[in-house]
């Protein structure tokens, strides 16, 4: 990695490593294999490690599957370079999985619309949970504790 970052290499093969904290300003080139095997928002943070300097960069996304949801999914990524929108089409596409388990993606409990998440709904529910944090009295500490003691069950059940 420091050969590479100094020039002295010009080519690095490596795992999903590369995508934390590095940052290789002459780094143009990229191949990903196996991209229907990632979720978008790791795609999308993988090849922003190429294209930081004036020259052309290039990320290319090899898939082994021909199936319509992988080419949904590639095709998603390469619409955009919104990660709030990447994000968004990963949650609809592969669904949240487990909040609280093992599972990194697939249906949940979240409320859904004609397939379509119900993001008002979300936003809703996360300023009722930030009013109820944020106004300690005996009604919300009780809801809380409710919350801790769910939350501590869903752990245990996940982890056997």
Known sequence: MHAFRAGEIDILV??????????VENACFMVIEGAERFGL?????????VGRSAKQAYCFLLTSEGNGEANERIQALTGTCDGFEIARQDLLLRGPGDFIGVRQHGEAGLMMLGGVLDVQTLEQAGRAAREIISTPNEESARLI???NERYDAMSDIAMN
């Not at 490596?14 to 940052?23: A, L, N, R």
């Open 14 to 23: 490596t795992t999903t490593v590369i995508e934390v904290g590095v940052h």
């Open 41 to 49: 928002s790791q795609l999308h943070q993988l090849r922003g490690r």
């Open 145 to 147: 504790e409710l919350a």
